[in-house]
């Protein structure tokens, strides 16, 4: 079965200090990656996503980059974080079949004071 | 641009009643999935929708999709605690749109 890793899974970061947040899926081969960000208040908004290694496709431009270094590995980074970037970061994986189901990680909550 | 839309954004139930979720939509699309999120938590899938007139049932849970009128319900039936989350839809327009979620709770 598939599995989805998300760490860390708490942060608190100083405002203008570095983010690197990290994720695998395990038991799946070339999966369709995703970055959310869901921001108090419930939505979720796209972040990044990639449908294979080296390809990423950005959503929303901001501070925010990902990369996809090996086929089961999601990369979110940033060179200075905001006050604006906390938040509740989750990583999904879909591709599964011919349609999008997406099944998400247990999340980063991100907290930049 | 798709848009999605659920109401009610808040609901607040007793338990043993019955309710109904709606999340309606803006383009055509026949795909449709509905999460389960408990405070603090990830999303969890609970149903995939995937033709016109689809109906799926897990527990007290149904959820159904309409193209033709591009909206899809999701009904509780007898309500318990343990229901208390936040549900939201998502419409694949090629990328998944979400909707606003709707914070159910449910009291005794």
């Known amino acids: 079965s598939q599995t989805i890793h998300q760490w860390p899974a708490t942060l608190v970061q100083p405002v203008g200090s570095p983010l690197s947040l990290e994720c695998t899926v395990e038991?799946?081969?070339?999966?369709?990656l995703y970055w959310y960000r869901q921001a108090a208040g419930r939505g979720l908004q796209l972040l990044f996503y990639?449908?294979?290694?080296?390809?990423i496709s950005s959503e929303v431009p901001q501070n925010l980059s990902a990369s996809r270094p090996q086929d089961r590995q999601f990369i979110l980074s940033s060179k200075k974080l905001l006050l604006s970037d906390s938040g509740f970061y989750l990583c999904?994986?879909?591709?599964?079949?011919?349609?999008?189901?997406?099944?998400f990680g247990p999340g980063t909550r991100l907290t930049v004071l | 641009e798709l848009k999605v839309e659920q109401n009610p954004l808040f609901l607040s139930m007793q338990e043993g009643k019955n309710y109904t979720i709606y999340c309606n939509y803006s383009?055509?699309?026949?795909?449709l999935y509905w999460y389960r999120q408990d405070p603090g938590k990830s999303l969890e899938s609970l149903f995939v929708?995937?033709?016109?007139?689809a109906v799926k049932q897990e527990g007290r849970l149904m959820a159904s999709l309409d193209t033709k009128a591009r909206l899809s319900t999701l009904h509780i039936t007898a309500a318990v605690h343990d229901l208390s989350a936040t549900y939201f839809c998502a419409v694949d327009g090629g990328k998944l749109i979400f909707g606003q979620g709707t914070e159910l709770s449910v009291k005794p």
């Open positions: 990639s449908v294979g290694i080296g390809q």
């Open positions: 038991g799946t081969s070339n999966p369709n």
């Open positions: 929708l995937l033709s016109n007139g």
């Open positions: 383009t055509t699309s026949d795909r």
């Open positions: 999904a994986w879909g591709g599964l079949a011919n349609y999008n189901e997406q099944f």
